[in-house]
């Protein structure tokens, strides 16, 4: 196995098991848990809060807000790794784009879910119904392909994703069969 394939494999190896974990309940729990910790302290700031797992509790209120692993959108941190991890490029270039993504939705993601929280702790909550779907089915999508279009060409990536390696591989079994 050359450089070039074994680049390739690791790319996707990575790619199979990041695969596994962001579609796995601990993932899910994990960054539920990491967000309810981080809002808490933020919203005490301005509530007198209490927290039960994934809930919380606006004391003297009847406000509930809950982060739910959907809240996390598991399947943009899928999309971002399917991204950055098939470009073809060397394998740690991939990686750190990959984490500089991640990192940048994460705070992107913790801003969202600050907001919307905010609004519905305020009792906004017919604004929250129309923001959230704003978000949901728009912004998170154009935000996430304009991350994608950043990266590529802030970083002058000139392969196209999954069909560069295709090519280079199907290339080289053709050349090994003659």
């Known amino acids: 196995m050359d450089s070039l394939n074994r680049e390739i494999f690791f790319r996707y190896a990575v790619l ?13 729990s ?10 808490s302290y933020f ?12 809930l919380f509790f606006v004391e003297g209120t009847f406000t509930v807000v809950e982060i739910a692993k959907e809240c996390v959108a598991p399947f943009a941190y899928l999309f971002l ?18 984490v500089y ?10 801003l969202r879910i600050a907001f919307l929280s905010f609004l519905l702790l305020e009792g ?5 119904h129309q923001v959230h779907s704003f978000f949901y089915y728009f912004f998170t999508c154009f935000f996430l392909l304009g991350l994608c279009f ?16 295709f090519t280079t591989l199907s290339r080289q079994i053709l050349k090994e069969r003659k």
């Open 150 to 165: 950043f990266f590529y060409k802030g970083f002058k990536i000139s392969g196209i994703p999954f069909y560069d390696d």
């Open 16 to 28: 199979f098991f990041l695969n596994i974990l962001f579609f796995s309940d601990f993932f899910s």
């Open 43 to 54: 919203f005490s700031f301005f509530f007198s809060l209490q927290t039960v797992n994934s």
């Open 124 to 128: 906004m909550v017919n604004l929250f």
């Open 81 to 98: 790794s399917f991204f950055f991890l098939s470009l073809p490029l060397r394998f740690f270039n991939s990686l750190k784009l990959l």
């Open 30 to 39: 994990v960054f539920v848990f990491l967000f309810v910790k981080l809002l």
């Open 101 to 110: 993504s991640l990192v940048f939705f994460t705070f992107f993601n913790f």
